[in-house]
């Protein structure tokens, strides 16, 4: 196990594309970190600058506090797993697991009982003698993660290793990594653009995007207080709504509009966002989850206050829940892709109970837990949390 930090680490290429800015990090001992963020955000690449096989234009990498900067990518003692199993087709599993070690010249015993372990937590017992074409994208994805415990590294580096994968092998290959990684105790660092993986996967998740880290928190903290419109909007599904809206105060209080609506802003929220006095009739961005929208007709009380009416555009069932669109007026969003403010007709989506009646076609009165607003800065984008 080992500590694994990034100091200002810089990456440009020669055509001056800067694929990773100034990203500092620090990986505990035995931790699972998850980088996440859209494709092309610089992610990978600091992956592979930690590996050792992309160089780094400025900055530090260190493992327990060594400098490895120019330590060769096999001097590291890092295994990393691939979103290709690049296993040899050739040779058994059980060849293909014992590969580095025989190149390492270890004893026959010794790679005899590291391969017998490996197989004996990944359960590929009973697959030691076949070719990977033999095998179900699963089992060859376990068989590549087998060839990095037999190692026994430092740390694992995972680059999207289940993206070859369906959906259902997906969720089942996440909690069985999230199952090993605890049993054995590796510092790990995990990339992927999916973000149910990170926020299911990580003991904390950093957000990337255009090679800049945002924010790196449990996923919980992520969630619940995203430091600014990029995270808000890329974690969480569906999306949070973010709406353009103005704060301004009532004879009753504070208040936030947007459009033809008005919600009052409980003292809790005001609390929690100290920096929101500064935009007191000005223009702000608005968050709301889908979650924190919901149908007041089925029994769970609604301050008079925090009801609007949303006409209706589309109805989503999803057995367990339903997704209700409505369009609101002009919203704010963050392009994945290039992580810039843009602004558009809003579409407010509400996650509400199956048993809502709410249809599409229908103006109807949806109820909005003000305790769980989110405001952000205009201009920058930055939560305006304390």
Same mark, same amino acid.
């Given at each position: ?13 020669p055509?001056?594309?800067? *694929?990773?800015?100034? #990203? ?6 035995g ?25 780094? @234009? ?6 327990d ?27 058994s ?7 580095? #070690?025989?190149?390492?010249?270890t ?77 054995? /105790? @590796?510092?790990?660092?995990?990339v ?10 990580? @003991? ?8 800049? #880290? ?17 995270? *808000? ?23 936030v ?11 809790s ?13 000005g ?32 109805r ?21 892709? @290039?992580a810039?403010d ?5 579409? #407010?989506?509400?996650?509400m ?19 769980e ?7 920058? /984008? ?5």
């Amino acid at each position: 196990m080992s500590r694994i930090e990034l100091d200002a680490v810089t990456k440009q290429y020669p055509d001056g594309t800067t *694929a990773v800015r100034a #990203l500092d990090l620090a990986v505990s001992d035995g931790e699972l970190l998850v980088l996440v963020g859209p494709s092309g955000c610089g992610k990978t690449t600091a992956l592979r600058m930690i590996a050792g096989l992309e160089d780094i @234009t400025s900055g530090t990498i260190s493992i327990d506090g060594r400098p490895v900067n120019d330590v060769e990518p096999r001097h590291r003692d890092i295994a990393m797993v691939f979103q290709s199993y690049a296993l040899y087709p050739h040779l058994s599993v059980y060849d293909n697991m014992a590969f580095s #070690l025989k190149y390492r010249k270890t004893g026959k015993s010794e790679i005899k009982k590291r391969v017998a372990e490996a197989a004996r937590i990944l359960e590929l017992e009973p697959y030691l003698e076949r070719k990977p074409r033999q095998l179900s994208g699963g089992q060859r994805q376990r068989v590549a993660m087998g060839r990095a415990i037999v190692r026994q590294p430092r740390a694992f580096l995972m680059d999207e290793p289940l993206s070859n994968l369906d959906a259902k092998l997906r969720v089942q290959m996440r909690a069985e990594i999230a199952q090993l990684q605890r049993g054995l /105790g @590796t510092t790990t660092i995990y990339v992927t653009h999916d973000q149910t993986e990170a926020m299911t996967l990580g @003991t904390r998740v950093a957000v990337i995007s255009g090679g800049v #880290l945002q924010q790196v928190a449990p996923p919980g903290e992520l969630y619940r207080r995203p430091a600014n419109l990029f995270v *808000a909007s890329f974690i969480g599904s569906p999306a949070m709504n973010l709406i353009d809206a103005r704060f301004e105060r009532s004879d009753g209080g504070p208040v936030v509009t947007f459009g033809e609506h008005r919600l009052a802003v409980p003292q809790s929220v005001l609390a929690a966002h100290p920096a929101l006095d500064r935009h007191l009739g000005g223009e702000i961005v608005l968050g709301i989850r889908p979650e924190h929208l919901y149908d007041p007709a089925l029994g769970r009380p609604a301050d008079p206050e925090s009801v609007i009416s949303l006409a209706i555009r589309l109805r989503e069932e999803l057995g367990s829940e339903v997704h209700a669109h409505a369009a609101i007026g002009r919203a704010a969003h963050v392009d994945q892709a @290039t992580a810039d403010d843009v602004h558009s007709l809003a579409t #407010l989506v509400a996650r509400m109970d199956p048993r809502t009646e709410i249809a599409e076609g229908q103006t109807a009165a949806v109820a909005v837990d003000t305790a769980e607003l989110h405001f952000f800065d205009k201009e920058s /984008g930055a939560s305006l949390r304390g």
